[in-house]
DNA sequence: AATGAATGAGCGTTCATTCAT
DNA sequence: TATGAATGAACGCTCATTCAT
């Protein structure tokens, strides 16, 4: 048993890695992972079904991720870390802060479209609140993810505390991220989304120009 | 078989109704049912368990809610309708629109740092996915809820068209929501709640009074 | 509870008989019974459905058959009973014994072609081997059925030995019977009824008159 | 998962197949579910029963038969053809038409009084009426057994057309057939079966010679 | 690296039956 | 005469997991 997959392993026994063929194999059973969750819910997901996509027996599956857990931690960390280099590429592509700020909201928030980030998000945002590793899992990638909008706002208005960047960063991205249900796939209002986008890019913009933001006092 | 209870009934038959007691036991199993879908998560939440938090046994629970179905569904309205009472009351309390506006998404916010709030619209969310019925349920909820936000911005600002209205309702309400997973019960940002709640209000009432709302085009 | 309906009851309390609305429900709830084990066959015949089918509840049907085995009891009765004067009826309208064979022969033949007929009796067939009441009952059917050839046999043909024509009578009721699955309702081969009915009735008429029958010894 | 076990299956996926405990695991499951079938009847087998008399547990049971209707169809499939098996060694013992016939007529009609073969017959009668697939089944079964009979006819009495053959078949197959309820393991008249050998043997011989079979109209 | 065999628990559901109303 | 409430057992089935091969 390999059990060097990324996820929610325990014992880290030395053992030799596993063989190029069995590489791959891990790659179809993450995609095939996050299809069949994006398909059919997590509370749909079996390993059973996820072995059935790939062409693999069950037995097979387990000898690459050992747990049900296993695989589904494996699976939330391709994708997370899939979709936050496509995050880091949009960002670099930018010439200006005021562009790159444009630029990742208008990605963000189009890619909401998307039936993949409808469907998986929503999926994330459930889980977290049952499962300690996935909530860590998720506040990681959106650490990262507002770390953007931070320096972002920081190089727009050098004037905005740290505290102040953090602030505007979670409004931003929270912002974004409430838009799912309404204007995601198949969603009533996904015919919505330019406006919206153009409200996001607005206010975002005027906050942080303006640098009207509210002094922060909470410590936790 | 009472069956009558609320939910994904369609024919009425004219049965005569459940006695008092069967009124008492559906609102137990209902409370259960949320309970229960609150501490564990959908992809955890089963008739049995529900039966066994009510002290019953899982036969005389499909008498009152004939198919898992029915229960989640009866369970979700519930839900959702004792929450837009809570909201009706918030907004009849208010005395000017722009009171209304404020106490309204001071509200619903600091309501998203309760342990049930938390942890239930997200559970929501990602089962509209799934589940057709549900997310009709969940649409025609968000749509009565924005109804306030539409009603007040033309209070405010009576120059607003209609859909500049339904768009600045969608961007609150989306706004607010996606906090949530930020600021919720236990999640890392709580303490940053009031400072959201300020950047909400004073953007959604800049928005509302500037009426620099893009004119939107899509039909869908 | 009334419990006088015919079938298996044990304990005979000497209560008062059923009122006239009662009468008509148990004739309602026996034709309900019937028809759903031609629907559905035994396998899934249960007594909720049968309330289902009358529109009445479960507890209600139970108070006029106490139990499972008293409703399906009373219900075989009653079809056998109602079958059986059919049988007298068309028999007491022949005018001459051979005639009669033929009628009697035609009719039942003929009737194993309705869709009751067909499912009724392998149905009966297959029970009578798993319960002895049941079992009891078709016997006892069919020997007032064998009667009739028996008779008949004797009247044609005066010589034949009484267990010649018991015989007899077995034959040709076996012969028939045996049809039902081929030539019944909806089977491949039910076009050859005609055929089949003048090949029965030319070799009992055969078997009769040339009294040519094996003598019998077993006693059992 | 085998699941190449006969019985319902469409599409042939090329799996490897079960080792060869598990072929014998196969054997062993459908010896049970016969015995069970014939023991309690359709209406009393369920998978859960079998798994106790093989012995193991149901999951295990539904790793060899995926659905009960596999276990069923695979079940009976198992015990038809080994039926025909044995037909065939009858049939090609005897040296002359005639012979064959008597011999075949014979070791049936024998057969009728095990209790296999009387508890089993019926059930399938009953079954074929409720399910498309077991009445398939059953019409081939019979088709192979009465073309032994059409075959027979045709030496005998060269003269006779093949609707004539086809009708003789049915009506010997019926006939014989239509004993099983009368003559069978405990049944009442189950001294008669000698007798009634004789009476269908001379029967059929006769019908055969004569060739005095009526000429058939319908198609259907 | 892969499959098949096996377990045991849990699921949603149906059911016969009992009983209070 | 009727319904609703309740139980407890059984059902077919899915599942995560373990293990021999």
Same mark, same amino acid.
């Given at each position: 048993? #390999?059990?060097?997959? #990324?996820?929610?392993?325990?014992?880290?026994? !030395?053992?030799?890695?596993?063989?190029?063929?069995?590489?791959?194999?891990?790659?179809?059973?993450?995609?095939?992972?996050?299809?069949?969750?994006?398909?059919?819910?997590? +509370? @749909?997901?079996?390993?059973?079904?996820?072995?059935?996509?790939?062409?693999?027996? #069950?037995?097979?599956?387990?000898? +690459?991720?050992?747990?049900?857990?296993?695989?589904?931690?494996?699976?939330?960390?391709?994708?997370?870390?899939?979709?936050?280099?496509?995050?880091?590429?949009?960002?670099?592509?930018?010439?200006?802060?005021?562009?790159?700020?444009?630029?990742?909201?208008?990605?963000?928030?189009?890619?909401?479209?998307?039936?993949?980030?409808?469907?998986?998000? !929503?999926?994330?945002?459930?889980?977290?609140? +049952?499962?300690?590793?996935? @909530?860590?899992?998720?506040?990681?990638?959106?650490?990262?993810?507002?770390?953007?909008?931070?320096?972002?706002?920081?190089?727009?208005?050098?004037?905005?505390?740290?505290?102040?960047?953090?602030?505007?960063?979670?409004?931003?991205?929270?912002?974004?991220?409430? +838009?799912?249900?309404?204007?995601?796939?198949?969603?009533?209002?996904?015919?919505?989304?330019?406006?919206?986008?153009?409200?996001?890019?607005?206010?975002?913009?005027?906050?942080?120009?303006?640098?009207?933001? !509210?002094?922060?006092?909470?410590? @936790?």
């Amino acid at each position: 048993m #390999p059990e060097n997959a #990324p996820g929610r392993q325990k014992k880290n026994m !030395p053992k030799r890695g596993p063989y190029k063929a069995g590489l791959e194999r891990q790659k179809q059973i993450l995609e095939a992972a996050k299809n069949l969750l994006i398909d059919e819910g997590y +509370h @749909n997901f079996s390993i059973r079904k996820v072995a059935k996509r790939v062409g693999i027996s #069950p037995g097979n599956l387990q000898h +690459h991720f050992a747990t049900r857990d296993d695989l589904v931690s494996a699976m939330l960390d391709h994708v997370i870390s899939r979709y936050l280099l496509e995050l880091e590429v949009i960002k670099n592509k930018a010439s200006s802060p005021k562009e790159c700020l444009i630029s990742v909201i208008e990605f963000v928030t189009r890619d909401l479209q998307t039936r993949d980030t409808t469907v998986f998000f !929503p999926e994330i945002w459930s889980l977290s609140n +049952h499962d300690e590793y996935i @909530n860590t899992l998720m506040q990681q990638m959106y650490k990262v993810y507002r770390r953007i909008y931070e320096d972002i706002a920081l190089q727009i208005n050098p004037s905005l505390t740290e505290q102040q960047g953090r602030l505007i960063a979670l409004f931003i991205s929270a912002t974004i991220e409430g +838009h799912t249900m309404f204007i995601g796939y198949k969603k009533s209002n996904n015919g919505m989304c330019e406006g919206v986008i153009k409200m996001i890019c607005s206010t975002a913009l005027q906050i942080i120009e303006s640098g009207d933001i !509210p002094a922060e006092r909470a410590k @936790n």
